[in-house]
């Protein structure tokens, strides 16, 4: 079935699409843990259309959609020379955003956009993959141990008013 997966970059056409999907998969995702006042002045501040095109048009940012027989299955956003706030990742590339919509979940999809970021960060000789997920997230973590990813560290995360705590993850890559 996923030899129709296709990992695309995300046009400047397509940021509308980008920005609904941005905000349905983070609302999805998170707002059976926290309040709803949260939920929105998040989604408002961050992930509100100019926010995103924001994103999108920086040059350190790039954004892919996973189409799986046409159909939008996901979504990543990758940051180069980003860091965590108390680790020095100078040659890493971030996932800063992995997110699988509900009915594509536990097909590999995840899987192939890791190994589409490893592909990209050795391309450059990068030689870390690095992300940040809440430590509440015990799903996503455990996806990324499975991945190969190691807990380093740990940082906070506003959501809303809600100061809340993040682990860091880290892959290393073989150099090329
Ligand atoms: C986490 C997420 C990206 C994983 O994507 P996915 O496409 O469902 O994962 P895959 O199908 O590629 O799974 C790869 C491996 O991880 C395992 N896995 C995936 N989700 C898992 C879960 N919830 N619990 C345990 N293992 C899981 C799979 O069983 C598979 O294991 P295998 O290689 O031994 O077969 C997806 O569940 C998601 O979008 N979650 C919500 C958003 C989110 O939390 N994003 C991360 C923010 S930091």
């Known amino acids: 079935m996923l030899s129709h997966l296709m990992i695309k970059k995300v046009t400047a056409d397509e940021i509308p699409l980008l920005v609904e999907i941005s905000q349905s998969t983070f609302y999805h995702t998170y707002q059976a843990f926290n309040t709803e006042q949260d939920m929105q002045l998040y989604l408002n501040k961050h992930m509100n259309e100019a926010a995103i095109r924001n994103e999108w048009n920086s040059p ?68 870390q993959l690095w992300l940040i997920a809440w430590q509440q997230n015990k799903s996503a973590i455990t996806f990324y141990q499975k991945m190969g990813f190691e807990i380093v560290g740990e940082q906070q995360f506003i959501l809303g008013n809600d100061v809340q705590n993040d682990w860091v993850l880290r892959k290393w890559l073989n150099a090329k």
């Open 60 to 127: 350190n940012n790039e954004f892919y959609f996973a189409w799986l027989n046409e159909n939008l299955a996901g979504y990543c956003k990758l940051s180069y020379h980003t860091q965590p706030d108390s680790l020095h990742f100078s040659n890493g590339l971030e996932i800063a955003r992995l997110y699988v919509n509900e009915p594509f979940k536990k097909l590999g999809i995840g899987k192939q956009f890791i190994a589409f970021a490893k592909n990209l960060a050795q391309q450059q000789n990068l030689e």
